[in-house]
């Protein structure tokens, strides 16, 4: 199983879309569970990312392995990314990645985090982000089973 807990909500209707596109294609190899928290607009970054933490929080269990997508995290090819993920359901079925706010993570999440994961060293808006990762969460499943998509 995958969770994916972001913060804040899709508002475009085109990322709400090809949101749907990847949960269908995803749905033929793992269950996966979306969870929206709201981002917080509070001025003082502190006090919003540790309200965004504690929100976050509330979906992670003991058995999560948890995946925070972080601008300081390794960066992996897609085929890497592919073999890591076969390696972590190996020792977890619940893999939960985080995508932060538009402040990042509180250091108490990237803390409790099993692994830390940058796409990139260039910023994405969320939204787009969130596509990404789902496209990449398929393309892994489809090297894994050796399936025509990644090329």
């Known amino acids: 199983m995958i969770k994916i807990i972001c913060v804040g909500k899709i ?14 294609r995803l749905s033929k ?5 979306i969870i929206e928290v709201m981002d917080s607009n509070i001025s003082d970054i502190n006090k919003a990312l540790k309200i965004e933490q504690d929100a976050i929080i509330k979906h992670i269990n003991e058995k999560d ?5 972080d601008l300081d995290g390794i960066e992996l090819s897609s085929i890497e990314l592919s073999e890591e993920l076969e390696k972590i359901e190996q020792i977890s079925s619940n ?22 994961i940058s796409f990139s060293r260039l910023t994405f ?3 787009l982000f969130r596509v990404l990762l789902l496209e990449q969460l398929y393309r892994s ?3 894994r089973y050796h399936e025509s998509y990644h090329k």
């Open 11 to 24: 508002k475009e209707k085109y990322f709400v879309d090809a949101i749907k596109e990847y949960e269908k």
């Open 29 to 33: 190899y793992t269950k996966l569970e």
């Open 65 to 69: 392995y948890l995946i925070l997508l």
């Open 95 to 116: 893999l939960v990645f985080v995508i932060g706010g538009s402040n990042g993570v509180s250091d108490a999440l990237k803390q409790m985090a099993k692994k830390r």
């Open 125 to 127: 808006p969320h939204q």
């Open 141 to 143: 499943y489809k090297i």
